[in-house]
């Protein structure tokens, strides 16, 4: 029987739960992001005490500055520098704060494509996602957060640019839709947004949970499922201090039901140090999308840092699985990539208010996997084969055209074997030289998934049909690790639909359905 709807529920900081703690409740919830903050909702408004668990600290808009370094130091996975190994290192930069990774991503809101959806369930059995609640779930969610299609009032001259530049390259695009009330389009979205006009989880879903009397602990790294006789009994783990990693007391959280939402690199580390592998799936697989881009640099000032994150953007229909999209961050991160020392370097940063930056994402075919390391971080490695990377050079090569018929003075693809920067059209077919590999360029990895895959298949899939993790009672996953392979487009939509059929599901069960 379901129990009556609670009191408010409250949220946990360090200083309150610094020697450690103990709990119990009906379902718990392990990572606040796209998907567990779902799930906190679902679960808490059917009745269930939730409590959701998470990792990093409250990120406070006051603390939203234009400072990316510091904000990166304080509110990403091992301060922005976390690295996948494979065909070369390359970053993987995640959210860590309540809200995850919602609160500092572009809100870009794709749904899954239709012949994406068409894959999955032909390969895995997802047969679900080309059905009508899935659907439902799109429309529902996509309300919800107040999805929209990017005002052109707030594309700003770089969004217009690139607008320009794939329109010259004969790409057609359109304004992204985006989860956001009222955007200022200050530019600011991976360092947070201030104004909270980005609609992040823990401005919708994470506070509708707590009215419905879920509590939410914070600097809480979960480190183990607890199990006995098949069935889960809880969660264990540490409280972590914010910003100086420093080692709290312990805790232990008592549950018959936990949703582990942790991200594609964490939940199968927890699994993998819990001791539940069904046929050492877990980890066995990791994909991403394979990424490029290129800066044009115009005659007269775009002033990048005004304007929409990533406003306009386009779905190839020449290269399946890949897009274009306008893309800014600041330039002390972007720098980074662009590269240069000493006095050329400081004579080159006066270039940036002409510049324009156009990034490609595409669903390469690929292999990874990741693992727990000795100190339960997340070791990710990453493969792409070299004909994969020169799809992405062959869309670079069309976006440099692009700026370049547009009227830029010259523009940068940051490629190595490549002359870095590019005056003539002529001049682009360099990005076609065949020795271009991953090792040739930086890549970010921001889109990773299907470590813990759902299917049919119980050799291949860790969780079945239902979320379920196989061979355990009591433990589901809503997080991108179960996608069976990369979106194509954003994921961050389909890791919430995905979690609201899961949930919604669950939310409809007595205690008794998963013990």
Known sequence: MKKPKSVAGKIFEYDEIAEGFEAEADAIVIGSGAGGAVAAYNLAKSGRKVILLEAGPVARRSEMTKNAPEILAKYYWDGGLRLAKGTSFQPAMQGRMLGGSTVINSAIILPLPEWVRQDWAKSDGLYFATGDKFEESIHRISKKIHVTPTPWKVMGKRNLTAKAALDAAGIAGKPLPRAVK????????????????????????????????????????????????????????????????????????????????????????????????????????????????????????????????????????????????????????????????????????????????????YRAKMKGSVRAGFDGSPIMKLYFPRKEVHTVMKAVKDATEGLLESGARYAVPMVRRVPKKIYKKEEAAALLNPKISLRDYSATFNHLFASCRMGTNEKEHTVDLSGKVRGIKGLYICDASIFPSPSAVNPQLTIMVLSDLITRRLGEFSQSDYL
């Open 182 to 361: 009222h955007c200022k389009g200050c530019g600011d979205c991976i360092i947070g947004c201030p104004d909270e006009n980005k609609q992040s989880v823990d401005l919708n879903f994470i506070p509708e949970a707590m009215a419905h009397g879920a509590d939410v602990y914070v600097s809480s790294h979960v480190k183990q499922i607890v199990k006995s006789r098949g069935k889960v009994v809880g969660v264990k783990g540490r409280v972590i201090q914010p910003f100086t990693y420093k080692k709290g007391g312990k805790f232990f959280v008592k549950a018959p039901l936990v949703i582990l939402a942790a991200g594609a690199t964490h939940t199968p580390v927890i699994l993998q140090q819990s001791g539940i592998n069904p046929r050492r799936t877990a980890g066995k697989t990791l994909m991403a999308h394979l990424t490029g881009g290129v800066i044009g640099f115009m005659p007269d000032p775009t002033d990048p840092w005004y304007g929409a994150t990533q406003g306009y953007g386009a779905i190839s229909t020449v290269y399946r699985g890949l897009k274009f999209e306008s893309l800014w961050a600041s330039p002390s991160v972007l720098s980074v990539k662009w590269g240069g020392i000493g006095e050329e370097f400081l004579r080159e940063l006066k270039e940036v208010r002409y510049a324009t930056l156009i990034a490609v994402v």
